[in-house]
């Protein structure tokens, strides 16, 4: 099937309904796109599983340039003529963007921050000791006119760059095999962090603007916002997860944002440990969870960076381990979807650790820091995504 040809999208405006009917040819078209995008992730799996080294199997995996090459460019016809036209997978992206706009123009970051002083004075007074902190009028903030330039934001695996068409974002979108000329080369898991640097808001800007690739380094706490979007379950060892959520700490300013997106057709409450077990090994880095949402197909979740220092502790506690999807556990013949699996086992810390906070699961989609719950039904597009049913 000459996939390209078979992408040609119709002018009839109703076909941009989900309510339409598929075609059954585009229905076949992105049936073969998911299997392409399917058989990556199930190769990588069971290599991991039979010989154990993941770096050895990682480094081969970036070298297989024909495997990379067609799971590119299936991803990249699947937003072109599928997402797009019907609106699959927008929900995602327009999750982070409100999100983003939220935190840092309409007042989130300033709300969650007086919090944390209200708390560290509580905490402080209940010990008989005083805090000194700083006013009001001095914790950090966007303005709606951008007054501090635009939101510096890092995509990593990005398949077609969804964050340039936003204003007020400064994009930078990375990929091992880019699919679109706007994204660059690299790879994140091996990506060397330099000294930060000492610059102006708009000698940054022109900075991430010559970027070239491929990128092989890049300085530490330079950006406001990195989207981890399906990327995290494309990993197949657990370490790989952990390292690229330290790698998003470093390169986060103080108070950014890490948006991870990851599939899970099951209903809210079925993997909910494992999204408590995520919580704890993401906040271990010197994060604290700021949202959480539960749409058909996926977990949304927020972190904010709250300590200018990424903790690193793997001698008391197996952080990385806690990273773990249901795949994990499945054999080899049975991947399709999250189904019954077997558990990891967990420290005593760990099961402490998760029945504690496992109460804090809202029955739905719930705010950290304001204590709000959310609906499900949030005005976004939540479709059936074909990669996240498929993956």
């Not at 009001?136 to 990593?156: I, T």
């Not at 390169?251 to 409450?269: A, C, M, R, V, Y």
């Not at 420290?347 to 809202?362: K, V």
């Amino acid at each position: 099937m000459d996939l390209q040809n078979n992408a040609q999208t119709e002018s009839d405006p109703e076909l941009f309904c989900p309510s339409v009917p598929t075609d059954l040819c585009k229905q076949k078209e992105q049936e073969k796109l998911s299997g392409v995008v399917k058989s990556v992730h199930r190769k990588l799996r069971r290599k991991y599983i039979e010989v154990g080294d993941f770096e050895k199997i990682w480094r081969e995996h970036c070298e297989d340039e024909q495997t990379l090459s067609e799971y590119a460019f299936a991803m990249k016809s699947l937003a072109d003529n599928h997402w797009a036209k019907k609106c699959e997978g927008e929900g995602r992206i327009e999750w982070c963007r409100s999100v983003c706009q939220e935190y840092f123009m309409d007042g989130g970051m300033r709300k969650v921050l007086e919090k944390d002083e209200k708390a560290a004075r509580h905490a402080a007074a209940s010990n008989g000791a005083t805090l000194n902190t700083q006013p009001d009028s001095s914790l950090p903030s966007f303005s709606s006119s951008f007054q501090f330039g635009k939101m510096r934001l890092l995509d990593v695996g990005s398949c077609f760059n969804p964050f340039l068409k936003f204003d007020e974002f400064l994009t930078v979108g990375i990929d091992i095999v880019p699919a679109v000329e706007s994204v660059y080369k690299c790879d994140f898991l091996n990506l060397q962090l330099q000294q930060p640097l000492q610059l102006a808001t708009d000698a940054l800007e022109a900075f991430l603007r010559q970027l070239r690739a491929p990128i092989d380094t890049l300085p530490a706490q330079l950006f406001h916002v990195v989207v981890f979007s399906l990327l995290l379950s494309y990993f197949p060892s657990p370490y790989q997860r952990w390292l690229c959520c330290k790698k998003a700490h470093e390169l986060l300013t103080l108070h950014g944002l890490l948006l991870i997106i990851t599939p899970d057709s099951s209903h809210q409450g079925r993997h909910a440990l494992m999204m408590r077990s995520w919580r704890v090994a993401v906040e271990s880095l010197g994060f604290k969870r700021y949202k959480y949402v539960k749409f058909s197909h996926m977990h949304l979740i927020a972190f904010r960076k709250v300590s200018v220092t990424t903790t690193s502790d793997l001698v008391s506690h197996n952080y990385p381990e806690m990273l773990y999807i249901p795949q994990d556990f499945n054999m080899l013949e049975d991947e399709e979807g999250f189904t019954d699996c077997r558990e990891p086992t967990r420290s005593d810390f760990e099961d402490d650790q998760l029945m504690r906070g496992f109460a804090e699961l809202p029955d739905a989609p719930y705010d950290s820091d304001s204590g709000e719950s959310q609906s499900s039904s949030a005005p976004f597009h939540e479709l059936e995504d074909p990669i996240l049913l498929h993956s």
